[in-house]
Each structure stands twice: as structure tokens, then as C-alpha cells.
């Protein structure tokens, strides 16, 4: 059971990535699913949550109408796609899930299962 994230890269500000969170080992389908990130220096927080029950989302006051988050359950995928990239979007990202809910949010300390994160850069 594992989630691997992929996507993430050297950008310059007000470009675009998309991340992507690959689950092998179950089925996402049912599972709320949750994008983090960690900078530097800073704490672990949550940016975006799915909704496995009716694909709600969530977004963090700082990337609300930048991020979008969505997912391909066929694929057993979920997404987070980046747009218009501002140096203080420099992080890990992680997607993640408790394993257990199907509905948002997700807080940190009911997460059961990390990806390994993948490295945004934002910076001319």
C-alpha cells in the first residue's frame, strides 16, 4: 500500500506544474484525499482536499483559485495542478489520506499513509 507523487520541478513565478499521486496497494475511490506541503524551515500543512463521497474540495486560503485539485479514479490517481506560482509556493508537496474517511477534511494527525513528496521550486 503506497502513494507516490511525480511532477514537481524548477518553475518560474507564474508558471504552472501538475502533480500527480499515484495509489497502488487499494483503491482510492472511496478515501478523501489531501495534498500537503512543507517548506522549508516550516510546518507540515494541508492545501487541498477531495472528497471520495461526492468530490468536494477544499482549499487553503493561500492557493484558493491557483490549485485545483481532482481525480481520476479509473486511474487511481489524483491530481493538483499549480498555476500562476509564487516563490513562497516553494515546498514538498505530499499527497496523503487517513485511510478511513471519504469526506474532507483531512488533519494532519489523522493521516495514515504519506507519498514520499515531490519538490516544487518556484523561482526566476
Known amino acids: 500500500v503506497q502513494l507516490v507523487e511525480s511532477g514537481g520541478g524548477l518553475v518560474q513565478p507564474g508558471g504552472s506544474l501538475r502533480l500527480s499521486c499515484a495509489a497502488s496497494?487499494?483503491?482510492?475511490?472511496?478515501?478523501?484525499m489531501g495534498w500537503f506541503r512543507q517548506a522549508p524551515g516550516k510546518e507540515r500543512e494541508v492545501i487541498s482536499c477531495i472528497s471520495g463521497s461526492d468530490g468536494m474540495t477544499y482549499y487553503e486560503d493561500s492557493v484558493k483559485g491557483r490549485f485545483t485539485i481532482s481525480r481520476d479514479n479509473a486511474k487511481n490517481t489524483v491530481y493538483l495542478q499549480l498555476n500562476n506560482l509564487k516563490p513562497e509556493d516553494t515546498a514538498v508537496y505530499y499527497c496523503a489520506t487517513d485511510y478511513f474517511s471519504s469526506s474532507c477534511p483531512l488533519p494532519r494527525r489523522h493521516i495514515e499513509l504519506w507519498g514520499q513528496g515531490t519538490l516544487v521550486t518556484v523561482s526566476s
Open positions: 496497494g487499494f483503491s482510492l475511490d472511496y478515501y478523501a
